[in-house]
């Protein structure tokens, strides 16, 4: 007997099918389900299933001042299953982190801030005293299950008098950690983006790629992509979103797709204030933003499921496959219309709303905020 049957599941570009799902797991997907189940959910013709939505740039230690939410504010009520909290717990509080995480309905991960208070100021990389290797080394022995990467913010209020530094020793960090995953923060120079990008490898992440500053990936003169940010694109350093407070822009992104980069992962960088007072508010209105800028409703969901679990190796996720994690996103889309705003007031009008319904995580099934 399943514990769960989803009957008439329907990707966005697929057939009906039936999911069974014991344990917490993907046990069987088949045309038609006619074994038993304890629960079962009919999806309806007009909804869509995909696997659970990954949101791989948030910030939830509830205990910080700067930067935090809840997770399961925005994850479980948002449609979103799993999130990644991009850096704002360091080695010395990430413990702290650890217990509230597993408190929560949504799967919560860490990107482990190579500063070892994470977040609690903004300037936490102008002293380069705070980056202690073996302190790193330690934690991620102690949490290997939830720390799946490392952060490093480099931008001019975080680094202070410290240039590239900080990323020449996050790398440093990283190649004596078995390469794990490495998402580094973009903003005002220093250091000068080239450099940045320079230092980086294939399957690093760069987050914030579509800021609208002068240090990011578009020219200002010329109104076309840096030629060097191609060059790094097409080496393998993965794009992230980001949306954030300050670094989302329409134009930068209309920019980039008209030229043909795309980004690899969508995240909202989404906090409490940016939540509740905009302009980010959940995942799935960042996601409608790059549908209107003219990205595909099929690679959006590819951005936020496929590629992000890939991206930090989150090898149960990601897919409706047999054996993954039963973990879903259940959405509908809505004809009507919807004014979205990017972090510097330009403004877009939809005609096509995206409407997470249920969240589904290890196959247990939870309404979303309406």
Not at 8 to 27: H, L
Not at 50 to 58: F, L, T
Not at 186 to 203: F, Q, T
Request: overall charge neutral; charged content about 25%.
């Amino acid at each position: 007997m399943f514990d769960l049957v989803i009957k008439n599941a329907k990707e966005i570009d697929g057939s009906p099918f039936d999911i069974g799902i014991q344990a917490g797991k993907i046990t069987a997907i088949q045309s038609n389900i006619t074994e038993k189940s304890k629960k079962m959910l009919i999806i309806e013709p007009n909804q869509y299933l995909s696997a659970g939505w990954i949101d791989d740039h948030v910030h939830c230690f509830e205990e910080m001042s700067l930067y935090y939410d809840y997770p399961d504010e925005i994850g479980v009520k948002k449609g979103v299953t799993t999130v990644i909290d991009a850096g704002t717990t360091g080695a010395n509080n990430i413990g702290k982190f650890y217990e509230y995480a597993k408190k929560a309905k949504t799967n919560v991960y860490a990107l482990l801030n190579i500063s070892k208070w994470g977040i609690i100021a903004q300037d936490e990389l102008a002293d380069l005293t705070k980056i202690q290797a073996e302190l790193v080394k330690e934690k991620l022995k102690t949490y290997p299950d939830f720390i799946v990467g490392l952060k490093a913010r480099l931008s001019r209020t975080v680094i202070g008098k410290n240039g590239i530094v900080p990323l020449q020793l996050a790398k440093k960090i990283q190649k004596e950690n078995e390469n794990l995953p490495l998402m580094i923060h973009i903003g005002s120079a220093p250091p000068n983006l080239e450099e940045i990008l320079n230092l980086m490898d294939p399957g690093d992440i760069l987050t914030h790629c579509f800021n609208g500053k002068d240090n990011g990936i578009l020219d200002q003169k010329t109104k076309k992509i840096k030629p060097f940010v191609f060059h790094a694109y097409r080496q393998g350093i993965l794009f992230d979103l980001g949306h954030g407070t300050d670094s989302f822009n329409f134009f930068v992104a209309e920019t980039a797709f008209k030229e043909q980069l795309k980004v690899h992962s969508i995240s909202s960088d989404i906090y409490i204030r940016n939540r509740q007072f905009g302009p980010v508010y959940d995942l799935a209105t960042t996601m409608e933003k790059m549908h209107a800028i003219g990205y595909s409703w099929s690679e959006i969901l590819t951005a936020v499921t496929k590629t992000p679990a890939k991206s930090f190796h989150l090898k149960q996720k990601g897919a409706i496959k047999l054996h993954f994690d039963a973990d879903f996103t259940l959405f509908e889309f809505l004809k009507e219309p919807k004014m979205l705003i990017d972090s510097n007031g330009n403004q877009r009008i939809i005609s096509e709303q995206m409407k997470p319904l249920k969240t589904i995580i290890g196959g247990n099934i939870y309404d979303c905020e309406s």
